[in-house]
Structure formats: C-alpha cells, structure tokens
C-alpha cells in the first residue's frame, strides 16, 4: 500500500490510515483523518521533511520518516 | 465585592490569538510567571464597560487540549484544575475561519470541560477569499455558545465580542454536559467517587492525563491508574476516537454553516501569495541563500547602524563623567559615583541599540510566519548535529539572549533534541557579548578595509564571530549526539502558516519588553558587580595602597606630573583586592596572553560577561590618566602599553584570543539557573559550564600562541 512519502510533488491521495499510533494522535488533531485528501506540495532541500495541504484548508510540514505511517490511496 | 472575572484566551497556534490579545488589551499588559513553572505569564486588563473590567490571560497556542509538549501541559493544568489560581471564569476560543473545523476541534473541548465559552472568528476575510461564506449566527445556533467575528489585527469587531462575553458571563451556560464519546459510565462513576462531583469530559481527562497535570499526588495517580487498568482503559486509543468523533460532529455542523463557493461553481483556487512567496523562500538553493542573505543583513546592520547611538552613548557618559569630576568635590564618594555607578550603568545602557535591533530582526521573522519555513529548510541539516528544525528558533534568539532561547526550547517535543539544544544555545553570540566584540575588533581590525569594496571589515569580523560560534554549537551537538543515547523518537509534525504582514505595534511592544527587561534585569546585576568592583579596586589587604604614593616616589624621584599620578595609581590599583584576584590567576591564563588586569575582568565575568566592559572601564580609569576629556574606553585600552614588550598591549594576538574566549565560555549565572530549571537537574548546568569553559580554554591558547 502507498504511503504519504510515495508522492511526487503535485500529486493527491486520500488517507486511509496510519501505522504508528503515538504520531497518528497528532495527525489526526491536525485534521489528517481517514479520508481526507492531501497533496504534496513542497519538498525541503534533500527531499525532506515534506509539506502537504491538508484538505485544501492548510499547509503542514512533516519527515519523510513520518509520512511514512501515513497510509494512503493514490487518487 | 465581586473580584474581576478572570477570561483565558485559547486557540490554535497562529490562529490571531495573540493580535487580539493586543487589541483587547493595549498597553494594560503585564508579563509575570506561572507559580511553579518558569513560563512567562502574560495578563492584560479589557474594560467591558466604564468601570467593569476584566482580566485577560493569553494562553500558548495548541491544537487539542491533550499536550504533545511541555509547553502545551501548562493549558491542561490550568484548564484542568478548578481550584487553579489561574482556572477561568470563561474562555474565549481564537479560532482561524479559514480553517473552522481544524479550529473547532479545541473549542469543543474547551467546551466541554464545561468552561463558559465565547468563539471568537478571526480571519474570515481570509476565509471569504479562498471561496467559503460562514453564516455565524446559524454557527451560534448550532455550537450553542455566543459566536462573535473579529478582525483580530485590525481591532474590528470588538463591540460584538463584547456583548458576546457579557451575555456569557450573565448566564454562565455551560455546555450541554455529555461525553463525546461512549464510555462506561461506572469508569467516570468511579473517578467521581474518589475525586468528587466534576464535569464529565474533565473526569475523563484526569482519567488519561493525570501524569501531566500537578494537581494529583503519587496516591492519586495510583488510584486513577488503577481505576484504569479495571476497566481496561486504554488512553490512547480512546483519543483516537474522540479526535475521529468530534471531527465527524464538527464537519457536519459545518456543512451546515459554511457555504463552499469552489464547490458550488467548481473554480479553480487561487494562487495565494503564500504559494507565490513559498516558490522561493523554500527553493533548495535560493531557500538557503536567502536565508543566509537575511542572517548576513541582520548582521552588518546591527553592527554599522547601532554603532551611531552606541558612540553617542558612550561618548555622553564619559562627558558627564568629566563634567561631574570638575564639578565635585574631589573624594571617594565622587569617585563611587563617577568610575563605580555611572560607568557600570553606562555599561548597561550601551546595549540598548544593538539588543533594539536584534529583537526588531528576530519578531519581524517570527510575525510574518518565516521563521517556520527556516525550521523547515533546515531539518535534514540539523538533523546530523542530533538538533532539530525547531532547534533553529532557540538558537536564532540565542543571538539575543540564551535564557528566553532556552526557554523556547520547550516547543521541542523531543527531551534529547531537547536536551542538546539547550546544552549548545549559549555558544550563540548573545548580545550581552556584542560589547566585547565590538570593543576588541575595534582595537585589532582596522576599520576603513574593505571586503570587495563592499563591506566593512569590522562588520564582516563580527559576522565571523556569530557564525563561529553557530559552528560551535553544531559540533558540540553532534558530540552530544553520540554520547547520549535516547531511544525516543523526535517529531516533526507543524503547520506552515500563511505569510502575514507584521503587525508593528506588536513588534514594537517585543523590543520594548526585551529591552525594558535587559535594563532591569541583567542592568541590576552589572551595576551591583561595577560598584564591588570598584570598591575591590579602590581597598586593598593591609597598608599596601596607603604606601603606594611614597613607594612610587622614593623608586622614581625624577617622575612629575601626570606621569607620576599613573604611575602611582597603576601601583595602587595593583595592590588592590582586585589586583591581587587578578595575579592570583594570572599564572592560569599566562599561556592565553592576559594579564592580571585582564584577570579580573575574566572573574567578574563568569557572574555575567556583559560586565567585561565595565570592569575595563572601572579598571583602565583607575590605573591610567582620567584627565582626558575623551577617554572612552576604545581609547584607553589601545593606549594600553605591554610592560614586557613596550608596544601595545592589545595587538592581534591578544584581541583574537580574548575574543576566541569570549565567544565560547559560560560566563552567564542566569543561562546556568536557566539549564537548571529547564532540565530540573544540576548535572546539565555543570555539564554546560565545564565543556565550554574548557572548549574557551584551549581555543584561546590556541589562537594566541598561532598568532604570536
């Protein structure tokens, strides 16, 4: 299953789940829920941490490390 | 008499908490701390009507009330606890309408801890932009609560908001009070049995976050843990499912409330200037160089700008000295006064202009929302030191001063991260080192070179120094790194808000604040050493300064004048308690190039190093001529002459080697008290005072016996 750090710049997907539950806490008060569609849209230099627009509202940055537990589905 | 009803300003972290904040409040705002944590408290009086006021308390921002860092645990403390000193009569939940059901999430929590809560709509300009309608009264209807729109930054709305609080203190609803989740009702049962009749979700968080909040004793929290365990309760899973539950709640009373404008004509969203702006300030090399561009301009104008009001400060003290000099009497208390007190307080005041300009720097950064997209640039980079992006704000204003930089710290959820940060931050340049600096470059790099033709040579010395120090702070954290080892991983989960133009009044009441504090604070501390100092200067052991006129005169019988009267005060000042510090220690830093003048400005340094100049000051107008109308400090240290060599005291070698040693030694008793609040333990201060005194050390001997 593809995961947030599978994206390339631009593209969307929706989030399905999570694979570490400590971190899936705050992202889900960030208003990451299942369901909720992302686009990546910045990439720090080396490729991380990334961004992402969070249902189009707003703009969060986290590690590649940490987009990792973010499941997703390519949409 | 009723007492004034405390209100607690809430909301998410940039959401336009702290804009209404000011516009509540103005200028009525005092700045205290937390009883018990060292967190700067900020309260500020808003007059409701003619002669009904009420008490404002701004509160960090976070995104729920379950804290991920230290923080955000004093908002559960204070929210949490009734009995609290600073538990609220009301709430007003800040909330971004851009962005309402993210915002919304903390209000219905504030809510049900069965606060009085007021919800204060910010930005819905912002929100109209991007396409979405809020029909707030529908908003009210359905939240239950008195909803008030604000333009924070602007003071709009503030009438309303008003009406909104008073209505609520009157009635004093509080939520309907029920779980947002299903939970049994014999485990809320249980808690109330033991810790009396509460509001249902405040049971509940007791339940799961009593390790956080001060309230409960060990028994205490044995209890809830056991009441935990019985019911195989498992904190956070059951979180998860609130957060899940209550944004199903929210999205759809905001489906209810909010029209989609995008949705309805399917338009395309604009480009905002945050995207426009983002382009470049987060390009993988403009990002950098832009960065590097912005710390470099920083510098070079802080240095060339404030040097004009430093010089006329300077200048001005050293004229109302000689002014006072030929006015009063000649005695011991005229010297107290003129070479003790205002020489130490000219120390004070000349670091107003440059710690102006750092602060004016710094929350210009901060307000306009790039200070995040710096901590996001420079993760990975920081990463490899075993920092951490958010490590970069502390150190930034490490610059300014380590003690608020050690404190910022706090937002680091990671404790080794954390740990190291705050161990490294005090290898930045404060500004309490600026004097120094600015002193010693000005006596060993000539002025009018320059770099290209472009720069200052002074100014690109001093921006060495800054970054050598910066270089510093990243080696010894990669030290640290390896040495200590931690398995808890760090995170890095953060909102990159939307730029804003900074609100000038809240940068003005930044540098004033930051300045106001430094007179006071740090100014009590160097005025009280200038006077011992020269108190140390002016008495010595036994009968040694009372010989000193007719030793110097049967050893010299041919000496007249001004000469003679050096001569002898030199001797005097050498006798002194002071001096006699200074030899004691002068074998220790023989190899580094000082002397035992030098001596004593390194010990009455390691209390705080902003007295370095101070004490030059107090020493060279003692030992050398004072009949010099401009005998600024400058002055009378490059007239300084080696005794051993016969050509100035000052020379390269020496100037780079005290600056070398400055830049790194822990001579600050308030970053030290700092460390040890932070980290709760005297391990981590003394770990912190050793490493960079011996890291001072061996760099200054290095320098001195390189450039000599």
Redesign the interface.
């Known amino acids: 299953m593809a995961n947030l750090a599978d994206l390339k710049i631009g593209e969307k997907g929706e989030i399905v789940g999570f694979t570490d ?11 990451c ?2 369901g909720t569609e992302v686009v990546l ?2 990439l ?3 490729g ?2 990334i ?1 992402i627009r969070v ?9 590649r490390e ?1 987009a990792e537990t973010m499941l997703i589905k390519r949409t | 008499m009723s007492k004034t009803p405390k209100i607690a300003l809430i909301g998410n972290p940039n959401a336009g908490k702290s804009s209404l904040f000011n516009s509540l409040t103005g200028l009525n705002q005092k700045t205290g701390n937390f009883p018990g944590v060292t967190m700067e408290k900020h309260t500020g009086i808003w007059e409701l009507e003619p002669k009904r006021s009420v008490e404002i308390l701004d509160l960090p921002g976070i995104y729920s009330i379950y804290p991920k860092s230290i923080d955000e645990e004093l908002v559960i403390n204070i929210l949490g606890d009734p009995k609290h000193p600073d538990f609220p009569d009301m709430a007003i939940v800040v909330a971004d309408a851009s962005n309402l059901k993210r915002n919304l999430l903390l209000f219905s929590q504030v809510r049900d801890l069965g606060i009085p809560t007021v919800l204060a709509l910010n930005m819905i300009d912002v929100a109209e932009n991007e396409g979405y309608v809020i029909n707030s009264i529908k908003l009210a209807r359905e939240l239950n609560v008195e909803v008030a729109e604000v333009n924070a930054k602007k003071g709009i709305g503030l009438n309303g908001l008003k009406l909104s609080v008073i209505k609520t203190l009157q009635n004093r609803f509080a939520s309907n009070d029920a779980l947002p989740l299903p939970v049994s009702d014999e485990v809320i049962q249980e808690v109330q049995a033991n810790f009396g009749e509460a509001e249902m979700y405040r049971s509940l968080l007791w339940l799961m976050e009593h390790d956080r909040m001060k309230m409960f004793s060990i028994q205490q929290r044995e209890t809830l843990d056991a009441i935990k365990s019985k019911h195989h309760f498992s904190s956070k899973k059951y979180q998860s499912e609130e957060t899940v539950k209550r944004y199903e709640q929210i999205t759809e009373v905001v489906d209810r409330c909010v029209i989609n404008l995008n949705r309805q004509w399917d338009a395309v969203p604009v480009k905002t200037w945050t995207d426009r702006l983002d382009k470049f300030f987060l390009h993988p090399v403009g990002g950098y160089v832009f960065f590097l561009a912005i710390l470099f301009v920083m510098f070079q104008a802080v240095f060339t700008w404030a040097t004009y009001p430093m010089d006329l400060i300077d200048g001005g003290v050293a004229t109302l000295n000689d002014w006072l000099k030929g006015v009063l009497p000649d005695s011991a208390l005229t010297a107290l006064l003129t070479d003790g007190l205002i020489a130490g307080i000219g120390g004070v005041l000349i670091f107003i202009p440059q710690i102006a300009f750092l602060f004016l720097f710094i929350s210009l950064l901060e307000e306009t929302g790039y200070m995040s997209r710096v901590m996001f640039i420079m993760d990975k980079l920081m990463r490899r030191f075993g920092l951490n992006g958010k490590s970069v704000v502390p150190l930034i204003s490490g610059v300014a001063c380590a003690v608020p930089a050690i404190m910022s710290t706090r937002s680091i959820g990671s404790w080794k991260d954390r740990l190291i940060t705050i161990l490294v931050t005090p290898l930045m340049s404060c500004s309490a080192r600026l004097p120094i600096y600015t002193v010693l470059i000005a006596l060993v790099v000539p002025e009018k070179n320059t770099l290209f033709g472009l720069f200052n040579l002074q100014g690109v010395a001093l921006f060495g120094l800054y970054l050598l120090g910066f270089f510093m702070a990243l080696v010894s954290a990669w030290v640290m790194k390896v040495i200590l080892q931690a398995k808890e991983k760090s995170y890095f989960i953060m909102e990159l808000p939307t730029y804003k133009a900074p609100r000038f009044k809240h940068v003005a009441i930044t540098i004033f604040n930051s300045v106001n504090a430094f007179v006071f604070e740090a100014g009590k501390i160097i005025v009280a050493i200038s006077i011992v100092l020269w108190v140390l200067a002016s008495y010595g052991p036994g009968d040694e300064i009372a010989q000193s006129e007719a030793k110097i005169r049967l050893a010299n019988p041919t000496l007249q004048g001004v000469e003679l009267q050096n001569k002898i005060s030199a001797d005097k000042l050498e006798h002194s308690f002071a001096g006699h510090f200074g030899h004691f220690v002068e074998p220790a830093i023989r190899p580094l190039g000082y002397d035992w003048k030098i001596g004593i400005a390194l010990i009455t340094s390691f209390a705080a190093r902003e007295v370095f100049v101070g004490t030059m000051s107090t020493i060279y107008s003692m030992g050398g001529e004072v009949d010099d109308a401009n005998a600024t400090i400058k002055n009378r240290m490059r007239a300084e002459i080696n005794p051993a060599t016969g050509k100035p005291m000052y020379d390269a070698a020496l100037g780079f080697s005290l600056l070398i040693f400055y830049a790194f030694a822990m001579q600050c008793m308030s970053t030290l008290a700092t460390t040890y609040r932070e980290t709760k333990s005297w391990k981590y201060p003394l770990i912190q005072f050793s490493y960079m005194t011996a890291l001072a050390y061996l760099s200054a001997f290095a320098v001195y016996q390189w450039l000599s």
Not at chain 1, 24 to 31: A, H, P, Q, V
Not at chain 1, 55 to 63: A, C, E, F, I, K
């Open positions: 539950e400590l971190l899936s806490l705050k992202l889900l008060e960030m208003g829920l299942p849209t910045h720090a230099p080396f991380d941490p961004a249902s189009g509202s707003y703009t969060l940055s986290m590690r940490e």
